[in-house]
């Protein structure tokens, strides 16, 4: 991955510093709220004031008092915190904290695909840029797209973009046909079904608890799928004592913390010469450049307010829907 050198991110850290107790006194001076997804470190995690999914992450930012949201995770989260907040700073630790799935869809390409489809109602998932969303109909998360599906009436014609996984397990899952844009994330496609079934001979208790962002050939051997957060309530909820993770390490953190005696097992990448089971853009942030980054309040996101006004409206109906649905 190519990544931008931006000097105030890895400005030199006062020797002896305490980094923890220095990011505490920022945020309250600051009144900045420190907002981490699951798949950041567990450092970030344990500092952060929410931790959290997309969907929490989103409704998270849209009802915060705090002056500055620092989004800990990738730069569409902090995108959405910014449409939702136009008048709040938003920073991301480390501006080059992207996603591989967000990048699979250009906003070009993407206009190019609703025009050819008049009539269509266009879904997309929140892993994608301002632009994109601000062509859409409706946003969703992988918490809520089955509930946002299922609440159109059912000879609704649906595009649906960028993930084509969670696109044909929506499909699946709701029978409906909607037509899916091509685009994928590079950590989850990376999941080797091979070495997930080779770990279930070896823990044959264990429950595989997959992210719907896999191929269909992981999700069709899984026991339970959905959401970091469904992941993480499945894991605490289960009556089993070993599972077997197959979505960004990240998360089994929080799933340490909540289930103490129950073990967790990473499911294995492909290539196991790499850490494939780690997306390398949400590791890209660090407590130093979180330090840096609230004393500095340095990397800002900003968005063209056009594209900010017509944005927001899919992601309020989101939120709205969510609301109603007890999400
Ligand atoms: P969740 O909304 O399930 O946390 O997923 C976010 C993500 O980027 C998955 O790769
Ligand atoms: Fe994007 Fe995949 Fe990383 Fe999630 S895990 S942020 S979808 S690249």
Redesign the pocket.
């Not at 996603?99 to 967000?102: I, K, Q, R, T, V």
């Not at 994330?185 to 989850?188: E, G, I, L, R």
């Given at each position: 991955m190519q990544t931008q050198s931006i000097g105030y991110m890895d400005a030199p850290i006062p020797e002896g510093i305490d980094l923890k107790a220095e990011i505490n006194k920022l945020r309250k001076e600051k009144n900045a709220v420190i907002l981490a997804h699951y798949?950041q470190t567990g450092d970030i995690q344990d500092i952060a004031d929410f931790v959290g999914d997309s969907l929490a992450l989103a409704q998270w930012a849209a009802r915060t008092k705090a002056d500055i949201i620092v989004m800990c995770g990738?730069h569409f989260m902090g995108e959405t915190a910014k449409i939702l907040c136009p008048d709040k700073k938003v920073l991301v630790p480390d501006m080059n904290a992207g996603?591989?799935?967000?990048d699979s869809c250009p906003a070009g390409e993407f206009e190019t695909f609703v025009k050819g489809h008049p009539g269509y109602t266009v879904i997309s998932y929140v892993?994608t840029t301002a632009a994109v969303k601000a062509l859409t109909d409706i946003v969703v998360t992988s918490t809520n797209a089955r509930q946002i599906v299922e609440s159109l009436p059912e000879d609704t014609p649906i595009l649906f973009g960028p993930d084509r996984n969670l696109g044909n397990y929506i499909n699946s899952i709701t029978g409906r046909k909607m037509l899916l844009w091509n685009g994928a994330?590079?950590?989850?496609e990376q999941f080797s079904l091979e070495k997930i079934l080779e770990l279930k001979k070896k823990y044959p208790d264990a429950e595989i608890l997959t992210h719907p962002?896999c191929k269909k050939a992981v999700v069709e051997v899984s026991d339970f799928v959905g959401s970091t957060a469904a992941l993480l309530k499945h894991s605490v909820k289960s009556e089993k004592q070993q599972f077997i993770v197959a979505t960004?390490s990240g998360v089994i953190h929080e799933m340490r913390k909540q289930s103490p005696g129950k073990e967790f097992i990473p499911a294995p990448p492909s290539d196991s010469s790499c850490a494939c089971n780690e997306?390398n853009?949400?590791r890209l942030n660090t407590m130093k450049k979180l330090y840096n980054c609230l004393k500095f309040e340095l990397p800002e996101i900003f968005i063209d307010e056009n594209i900010q006004k017509k944005a927001i409206l899919p992601i309020r109906r989101m939120l709205d829907i969510s609301e109603k649905l007890g999400l």
């Open positions: 798949y990738v996603c591989s799935l967000a892993n994330c590079h950590v989850h962002e960004e997306c853009f949400m």
